[in-house]
């Protein structure tokens, strides 16, 4: 249903990265692309469970960030200051998309949209932010020890640490059988350093400046949808009030029964909630 394909970029950065992307539908004059972007240790995986639920007639895009999934050439400085900001911007116009896109992020992803569209709101039609890090001044006691450097909470490398990983991420009741710990163990473990120096680097250079994009996103016009966990432990659902009062239009949803892994927790949910509100967002109307 969603081939695969590996779009080849001459990079900013003399290393040449692929970036690996599934693909549903295709392009369709007066109606956005959907480009789905995942969080921090995640893929393009997360979003089959949405897509499946996203009609025929839309076009959709859900692609591995550099260092994730099946994307080739991972270069420490892509994590540096915008230079994944720029890749995406050179894999977004070899795809020659006809109108302005709908750019959808989840978690660290969410953070990567507002950036793009902060640097390139001419290339941004409408954007979805899903529980996105709100920044410094609303951080949890989860993140903050992912900032002083602990990272098993969301990089589990013992059996336990998966377990107490996947609570307090999800609310969904996930069996965990033993062939999707080893699933998680295999595909995982031995990139555990490479996502760590991935997490060192947000941290140092772009987290510190999250509250400062947020800002800027407030002289953007496209419509903006929030959606968010009410039991999120990770990125605190007090994020989902403070960026809805910061973008001029936008539209908030918070999900109970729902962690941070809002992909996990509520598929169908937020493939509705995305619809509707692309529906009741006009394209004509965005562009004005
Ligand atoms: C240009 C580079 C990017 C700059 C982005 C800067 C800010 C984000 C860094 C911190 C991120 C810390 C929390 C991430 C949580 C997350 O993504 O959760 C996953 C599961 O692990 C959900 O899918």
Same mark, same amino acid.
């Given at each position: 249903?969603? *081939?695969?394909?590996?779009?080849?970029?001459? #990079?900013?950065?003399?290393?040449?990265?692929?970036?690996?992307? %599934?693909?549903?539908?295709?392009?369709?004059?007066?109606?956005?692309?959907?480009? !789905?972007?995942?969080g921090?240790?995640?893929?393009?995986?997360?979003?089959?469970?949405?897509?499946?639920?996203?009609?025929?007639?839309?076009?959709?895009?859900?692609?591995?960030?550099?260092?994730?999934?099946?994307?080739?050439?991972?270069?420490?400085?892509?994590?540096?200051?915008?230079?994944?900001?720029?890749?995406? @911007?050179?894999?977004?116009?070899?795809?020659? !998309?006809?109108?302005?896109?709908?750019?959808?992020?989840e978690s660290m992803g969410g953070?990567?949209?507002?950036?793009?569209?902060?640097?390139?709101?001419?290339?941004?039609?409408?954007?979805?932010?899903?529980s996105? *890090?709100?920044?410094?001044?609303?951080?949890?006691?989860?993140?903050?020890?992912?900032? #002083?450097?602990?990272?098993? #909470?969301?990089?589990?490398?013992?059996?336990?640490?998966?377990?107490?990983?996947? @609570?307090?991420?999800?609310? @969904?009741?996930?069996?965990? +059988?033993?062939?999707? +710990?080893?699933?998680?163990?295999?595909?995982?473990?031995? +990139?555990?350093?490479?996502?760590?120096?991935?997490?060192?680097?947000?941290?140092?250079?772009?987290?510190?400046?999250?509250?400062?994009?947020?800002?800027?996103?407030?002289?953007?016009?496209?419509?903006? !949808?929030?959606?968010?966990?009410?039991?999120?432990?990770? %990125?605190? *659902?007090?994020?989902?009030?403070?960026?809805?009062?910061?973008?001029?239009?936008?539209?908030?949803?918070?999900?109970?029964? %729902?962690?941070?892994?809002?992909?996990?927790? @509520?598929?169908?949910?937020?493939?509705?909630?995305?619809?509707?509100?692309?529906?009741?967002?006009?394209?004509?109307?965005?562009?004005?």
């Open positions: 249903m969603l *081939p695969c394909r590996i779009g080849l970029l001459k #990079s900013i950065l003399k290393s040449t990265a692929r970036i690996c992307y %599934c693909e549903k539908g295709v392009k369709v004059a007066g109606q956005p692309s959907l480009i !789905f972007i995942h921090f240790a995640s893929s393009k995986r997360t979003w089959l469970s949405v897509i499946k639920h996203i009609p025929h007639t839309y076009h959709c895009i859900a692609i591995d960030l550099p260092g994730h999934g099946e994307s080739i050439g991972f270069n420490e400085e892509y994590y540096i200051g915008a230079n994944v900001i720029d890749l995406l @911007k050179q894999f977004f116009d070899k795809l020659h !998309f006809i109108e302005p896109i709908c750019l959808i992020g953070s990567i949209v507002a950036m793009f569209a902060t640097k390139y709101p001419f290339d941004v039609g409408i954007i979805c932010l899903l996105p *890090p709100p920044g410094e001044e609303y951080e949890t006691d989860l993140l903050q020890q992912l900032r #002083s450097g602990t990272y098993h #909470s969301i990089l589990p490398e013992t059996l336990k640490q998966y377990h107490a990983a996947v @609570k307090s991420l999800s609310e @969904k009741k996930i069996r965990l +059988t033993r062939l999707l +710990t080893k699933k998680y163990f295999k595909t995982h473990l031995h +990139t555990v350093n490479q996502y760590q120096r991935i997490l060192q680097i947000a941290f140092e250079h772009d987290y510190p400046n999250l509250g400062e994009t947020y800002k800027q996103l407030k002289y953007h016009t496209c419509p903006a !949808f929030i959606i968010w966990g009410r039991e999120d432990k990770l %990125c605190h *659902p007090a994020g989902a009030q403070y960026l809805a009062k910061l973008l001029s239009k936008s539209e908030l949803i918070i999900f109970d029964d %729902c962690g941070h892994l809002i992909t996990v927790d @509520k598929p169908e949910e937020t493939a509705d909630a995305i619809i509707n509100f692309l529906e009741r967002n006009p394209y004509y109307e965005s562009r004005l």
